[in-house]
């Protein structure tokens, strides 16, 4: 009896996070140093946490889908393999260049790929030049609300620290005022490029979703939490 599409896919997503699950414990952990109210749960925290979201997910789509096996026969097309196969290959990279690259790149050329080519739902060499411009200007575009957001935390904190103002020195502070300050710079790139946008859909709406998932991603663990992100080759 055939798989379906969809039972198909998170047979392979509960096989590589089973794997995701085991590499993540392999994963020297480590604290931050300073940190007295034991805040910090570890270098391993965010991946073990994401290899267990991801095989709890995988295995509620499989049993709900194993219901429906009957009612939906779909044969599985040459492009759907394609993407089923593109996106088993950038898990296992996004695991083995996490420390080489870092968090911010590995994290947004992971998303954006992901996005781009499921909405597309096809891999084709005739799609490389619009993609490679979308993630160089997605990449680019990361970089830029990283440096920024590093940029408002440090002055906060100097800020804070040369005026013996306290709050400023807080990282729950300075996180939440840089979410509201990129929030506003999310919605003016949105704003400014939405005649584009209607046109370029399947490349702007990529970039967005990549940029905020791994700012957010970082907001939350790596300032409010302290966890010990990998910065790789960004290394400020």
């Known amino acids: 009896m055939g798989l379906s599409i969809r039972r198909l896919i998170a047979l392979v997503f509960i096989a590589f996070s089973v794997f995701y699950i085991i590499f993540s414990f392999s994963i020297e952990s480590r604290r931050m140093i300073g940190d007295e109210k034991g805040w910090d749960p570890g270098s391993r ?5 994401t290899g267990f979201i991801m095989l709890a997910s ?6 709900k889908e194993e219901r429906k096996r009957e009612e939906n026969k779909e044969k599985i097309k040459p492009e759907t393999k394609r993407v089923i196969l593109i996106n088993l290959l950038l898990s296992f990279l996004y695991v083995f260049l996490f420390r080489r690259l870092g968090f911010i790149l590995c994290t947004t050329v992971f998303i954006y790929t992901l996005v781009y080519f499921n909405r597309i739902k096809n891999v084709q060499i005739k799609l490389l030049p619009e993609y490679l411009t979308g993630l160089t200007a997605g990449t680019i575009f990361t970089l830029l609300i ?9 002055y906060l904190y100097s800020w804070g620290r040369s005026t013996d103002i306290s709050l400023f020195t807080n990282s729950n502070f300075s996180a939440g005022i840089t979410f509201f300050i990129l929030a506003a710079i999310f919605l003016i790139a949105v704003f400014l490029l939405k005649r584009w ?9 990529p970039i967005f979703i990549a940029t905020g998932v791994t700012e957010i991603i970082y907001l939350v663990f790596g300032q409010i939490f302290m966890v010990s992100l990998a910065k790789g080759v960004i290394f400020w």
Not at 45 to 49: N, R, T
């Open 58 to 63: 995988s295995l509620y789509i499989f049993t």
């Open 146 to 154: 990283y440096s920024l957001g590093r940029f408002i935390t440090r």
């Open 45 to 49: 925290a965010i991946p073990v946490g």
């Open 197 to 205: 946008r209607k046109n370029k859909n399947h490349m702007l709406f």
